[in-house]
């Protein structure tokens, strides 16, 4: 188990105050902070992992990890949407402004395991987010990997993340990078691709052999686990980060329970094969309705 | 070392030597200073509170009283606090700093504490293993439960007598507290009542628990003393329940009612349901908890409070995008299957460790196995 190799602090729950050193907007709600720890904390995460970000007097939260693992300062990087209390005024930090830091938390990608196979990463929305640090990491080691095909949907061109990124890390990492967007506002433009991410399926050049993991909104990972599935993707071949509600970010609030399983501690990232047959019980069985995944009440589908 | 025999002065002396080294918690009857007393007619707990003498605790069976888990997982506490100066200039930036007065106490105070929790019963003890699996087994250790649990005298009585709501034996339990504790103290009969006998075998199952029986002595307990225990257990048992409703036996109520989450039942039990968190206050056995964030009026002192909670709140599921299970059979299903199922998967037996507390202060009548017998009424568990 990976989990906490981070601070090792004697209370898990004691944050670590850092410093905001830039924080720039991705889109009219999301903006990526740059995080300084202190210079005595051995800062270590893997892909996939996230911290519990958090300010006094407002609260705190799981925030996915979005940096490069390697990074030569130790700096890392968060990107957050304003949902909310905490996520709003996180949005709106400068430079200099303090925010407390637990982690790193979760299981990550595992990135060793995929080694000398083609990756296919299919990302919506701030599915992005942690999958990031999977580019960066698979993009610096390029020779240890296959091809690397990145599929990306956003609701419009506005609320594209890391933008300028994305054609660099075709280039510079030899990847294959696709975008699409659900809608065109009138007043953006936009010559790519308009559909949900999975109509890209239709463009990509992967293949079943190659690795595969989802990363976004629950109904978005459905219908690109199925479209997968039904090209023959085997589902140990397909991953998954799964979000969920989170108190304490190592296993004993029991918050994100599903079924038997922790989404902070056994996850965020499970292979497809792993949840086969679990049952979890929740009002909008989601990923239940992919074939050969998680069980749950019919009942509850009638909402 | 084999079992001793105490007499009822003997037991009180070891009561004393405990107490030597700390306080002894025990079951009591009485409401907590300042508490309202219950309306005419209705009862409340047994709590564990600190006792003066052995004689004081009311060792009824488990589900009369709240559970001993209080006592190493505490209701709420401090998890981390930071303060900051607030001149008429704007508010300055935080730093760590202690909680205020007045708030939960903080993660762990004072480890090294010693306290004693006197008449814990098998149920009770079987829950603190599940608790373990919790909150010391994963890659995080809480060091506030592991610190109690190491602070903690744990000696166990065995049950002379079945309480209406107990069930133990069907979760994969007994009444013969097993391990996981210092001492094991079983009543032999000849007293009036159960709880007066006048001798007591008492088998240590740890160093400590050794150390105390050198302390106050005894006599080695002879063929007739062990045989006499067994009676009272072998009586015991024969008055409890084999398996949890019919057909379900610990191995496999989870699957046979992960098979039922269609029921129509559970509407019914929805309906009734009031959502109000007793079965879960009262249950041994749950773990789970709110982190709360608190700040003090002047905004200069902020700090992070866990707090017991329950997946039977509406809230407990609640996310930024919707809430997992706004609705409440889906909260019952998640909760029943939770219960039904092995702590973390390393505990032996189910989660539920049949103690009978959540069908006892159920207001709504509610219950582990009232949940069991709508399933089991409505067409049987297949
Ligand atoms: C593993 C993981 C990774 C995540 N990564 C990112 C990321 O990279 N960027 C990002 O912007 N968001 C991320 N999130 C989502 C983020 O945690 C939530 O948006 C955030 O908790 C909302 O908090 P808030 O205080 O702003 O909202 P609130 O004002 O608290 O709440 C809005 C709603 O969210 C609920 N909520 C409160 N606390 C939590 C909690 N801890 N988790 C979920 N819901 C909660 C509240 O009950 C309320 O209904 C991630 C979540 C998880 C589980
Ligand atoms: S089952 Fe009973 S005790 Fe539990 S939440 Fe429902 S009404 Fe309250
Ligand atoms: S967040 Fe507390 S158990 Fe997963």
Same mark, same amino acid.
């Given at each position: 188990?990976t989990?906490?190799?981070?601070?090792?602090?004697?209370?898990?729950?004691?944050?670590?105050?850092?410093?905001?050193?830039?924080?720039?907007?991705?889109?009219?709600d999301?903006?990526?902070?740059?995080?300084?720890?202190?210079?005595?904390?051995?800062?270590r995460?893997?892909?996939?992992?996230?911290?519990?970000?958090?300010?006094? %007097?407002?609260?705190?939260?799981?925030?996915?990890?979005?940096?490069?693992?390697?990074?030569?300062?130790?700096?890392?990087?968060?990107?957050?949407?304003?949902?909310?209390?905490?996520?709003?005024?996180?949005?709106?930090l400068?430079?200099?402004?303090?925010?407390?830091?637990?982690?790193?938390?979760?299981?990550?990608?595992?990135?060793?395991?995929?080694?000398?196979?083609?990756?296919?990463?299919?990302?919506?929305?701030? %599915?992005?987010?942690?999958v990031?640090?999977?580019?960066?990491?698979?993009?610096?080691?390029?020779?240890?990997?296959g091809?690397?095909?990145?599929?990306?949907?956003?609701?419009?061109?506005?609320?594209?993340?890391?933008?300028?990124?994305?054609?660099?890390?075709?280039?510079?990492?030899?990847?294959?990078?696709?975008?699409?967007v659900?809608?065109?506002?009138?007043?953006?433009?936009?010559?790519?691709?308009?559909?949900?991410?999975?109509?890209l399926?239709?463009?990509?050049?992967?293949?079943?052999?190659?690795?595969?993991?989802?990363?976004?909104?629950?109904?978005?990972?459905?219908?690109?686990?199925?479209?997968?599935?039904?090209?023959?993707f085997?589902?140990?071949?397909?991953?998954v980060s799964?979000?969920?509600?989170?108190?304490?970010?190592?296993?004993?609030?029991?918050?994100?329970?599903?079924?038997p399983?922790?989404?902070?501690?056994?996850?965020?990232?499970?292979?497809?094969?792993?949840?086969?047959?679990?049952?979890?019980?929740?009002?909008?069985?989601?990923?239940?309705?992919?074939?050969?995944?998680?069980r749950?009440?019919?009942?509850?589908?009638?909402? | 070392?084999?079992?001793?025999?105490?007499?009822? !002065?003997?037991?009180?002396?070891?009561?004393?030597?405990?107490?030597?080294? #700390?306080?002894?918690?025990?079951p009591?009857?009485?409401?907590?200073?300042?508490?309202?007393?219950?309306?005419?007619?209705?009862?409340?707990?047994?709590?564990?509170?600190?006792?003066?003498?052995?004689?004081?605790?009311?060792?009824?069976?488990?589900?009369?009283?709240?559970?001993?888990?209080?006592?190493?997982?505490?209701?709420?506490?401090?998890?981390?606090?930071?303060?900051?100066?607030?001149?008429?200039?704007?508010?300055?930036?935080?730093?760590?700093?202690?909680?205020?007065? #007045?708030?939960?106490?903080?993660?762990?105070?004072?480890?090294?504490?010693?306290?004693?929790?006197?008449?814990?019963?098998g149920?009770?003890?079987?829950?603190?293993?599940?608790?373990?699996?919790?909150?010391?087994?994963?890659?995080?250790? !809480?060091?506030?439960?592991?610190?109690?649990?190491?602070?903690?005298?744990?000696? $166990?009585?065995?049950?002379?007598?079945?309480?209406?709501?107990?069930?133990?034996?069907?979760?994969?339990?007994?009444?013969?507290p097993?391990?996981?504790?210092?001492?094991?103290?079983?009543?032999?009969?000849? #007293?009036?009542?159960?709880?007066?006998?006048?001798?007591?075998l008492?088998?240590?199952?740890?160093?400590?628990?050794? &150390?105390?029986?050198?302390?106050?002595?005894?006599?080695? &307990?002879?063929?007739?003393?062990?045989?006499?225990?067994?009676?009272?257990?072998?009586?015991?048992?024969?008055?409890?329940?084999r398996?949890?409703?019919?057909?379900?036996?610990?191995?496999? $109520?989870?699957?046979? &009612?992960?098979?039922?989450l !269609?029921?129509?039942?559970?509407?019914?039990?929805?309906?009734?349901?009031?959502?109000? $968190?007793?079965?879960?206050?009262?249950?041994?056995?749950?773990?789970?908890? !709110?982190?709360v964030?608190?700040?003090?009026?002047?905004?200069d002192?902020?700090?992070?409070?866990?707090?017991w909670?329950?997946?039977?709140?509406?809230?407990?599921?609640?996310?930024?995008?919707?809430?997992?299970?706004?609705?409440?059979?889906?909260?019952?299903?998640?909760?029943?299957?939770?219960?039904?199922?092995? $702590?973390?998967?390393?505990?032996?037996?189910?989660t539920?460790?049949?103690c009978?507390?959540?069908?006892?202060?159920?207001?709504?009548?509610?219950?582990?196995?009232a949940?069991?017998?709508?399933?089991?009424?409505?067409?049987?568990?297949?």
């Open positions: 188990m989990g906490c190799s981070g601070w090792v602090t004697p209370n898990p729950y004691q944050p670590v105050a850092c410093r905001v050193v830039a924080a720039v907007p991705e889109t009219s999301t903006v990526t902070l740059t995080i300084a720890p202190p210079p005595a904390t051995a800062w995460f893997q892909p996939g992992q996230f911290n519990m970000v958090s300010l006094y %007097g407002v609260g705190e939260a799981p925030i996915s990890i979005a940096s490069d693992p390697a990074d030569p300062e130790g700096l890392v990087q968060h990107t957050v949407r304003a949902v909310g209390r905490l996520t709003r005024p996180l949005t709106t400068r430079p200099g402004d303090t925010v407390w830091l637990r982690g790193p938390y979760g299981r990550p990608w595992p990135l060793d395991a995929w080694r000398s196979r083609d990756l296919l990463l299919v990302t919506g929305g701030l %599915g992005l987010a942690p990031r640090p999977v580019v960066l990491a698979a993009g610096r080691a390029r020779h240890l990997f091809r690397i095909e990145l599929l990306y949907g956003a609701r419009t061109p506005g609320d594209l993340l890391y933008r300028d990124a994305l054609q660099e890390w075709a280039r510079v990492f030899d990847m294959t990078v696709r975008v699409t659900d809608a065109v506002p009138p007043d953006q433009v936009w010559a790519g691709p308009v559909g949900v991410v999975t109509r399926y239709e463009a990509m050049t992967s293949r079943p052999g190659a690795v595969a993991l989802a990363c976004g909104p629950e109904l978005m990972m459905r219908f690109a686990l199925q479209g997968l599935l039904d090209r023959g085997p589902a140990s071949d397909l991953y799964l979000e969920r509600r989170m108190e304490c970010g190592f296993g004993h609030c029991g918050r994100c329970a599903l079924g399983v922790k989404v902070c501690r056994d996850g965020p990232v499970f292979c497809w094969d792993e949840l086969a047959g679990r049952v979890w019980v929740e009002d909008q069985p989601v990923l239940q309705a992919v074939g050969g995944g998680p749950g009440p019919a009942a509850a589908r009638r909402t | 070392m084999p079992p001793r025999l105490l007499a009822t !002065d003997e037991v009180e002396a070891l009561f004393q030597a405990l107490r030597r080294r #700390g306080p002894v918690f025990g009591a009857a009485g409401l907590d200073s300042g508490a309202r007393p219950p309306p005419a007619g209705r009862l409340t707990p047994l709590r564990y509170a600190p006792l003066e003498r052995a004689c004081d605790a009311v060792l009824a069976p488990a589900a009369f009283g709240y559970p001993a888990k209080r006592l190493w997982f505490r209701p709420s506490v401090t998890l981390a606090a930071a303060r900051r100066a607030v001149p008429a200039s704007g508010p300055g930036p935080w730093e760590p700093g202690p909680p205020p007065a #007045g708030a939960a106490p903080p993660l762990n105070p004072d480890p090294a504490r010693p306290f004693a929790v006197w008449g814990v019963r149920c009770d003890l079987a829950a603190l293993e599940r608790l373990d699996a919790v909150l010391m087994t994963g890659p995080v250790t !809480d060091p506030e439960y592991a610190a109690r649990r190491r602070a903690g005298t744990v000696v $166990a009585f065995t049950c002379t007598q079945a309480g209406p709501a107990c069930f133990c034996t069907a979760t994969g339990g007994s009444p013969v097993a391990g996981g504790c210092d001492l094991v103290v079983t009543p032999l009969a000849g #007293g009036p009542g159960g709880n007066g006998a006048r001798e007591y008492v088998e240590p199952r740890s160093a400590r628990g050794e &150390a105390l029986v050198e302390e106050v002595g005894g006599r080695p &307990a002879g063929r007739a003393a062990v045989a006499a225990a067994a009676a009272v257990i072998g009586s015991v048992r024969a008055a409890l329940p398996s949890l409703n019919g057909r379900l036996r610990p191995e496999n $109520a989870a699957q046979k &009612a992960a098979r039922r !269609d029921s129509p039942a559970w509407d019914e039990l929805a309906g009734r349901c009031l959502g109000c $968190a007793a079965c879960s206050l009262t249950c041994p056995t749950c773990p789970c908890f !709110d982190v964030e608190r700040v003090s009026a002047t905004a002192a902020g700090w992070r409070e866990r707090r909670t329950s997946c039977l709140v509406p809230d407990f599921g609640r996310l930024a995008s919707h809430n997992a299970r706004a609705r409440r059979e889906n909260r019952l299903k998640h909760w029943l299957l939770h219960k039904l199922a092995p $702590a973390e998967k390393v505990t032996g037996g189910l539920c460790v049949g009978g507390r959540c069908s006892t202060w159920c207001p709504a009548g509610l219950g582990l196995r949940a069991l017998e709508s399933l089991e009424g409505e067409g049987g568990l297949p």
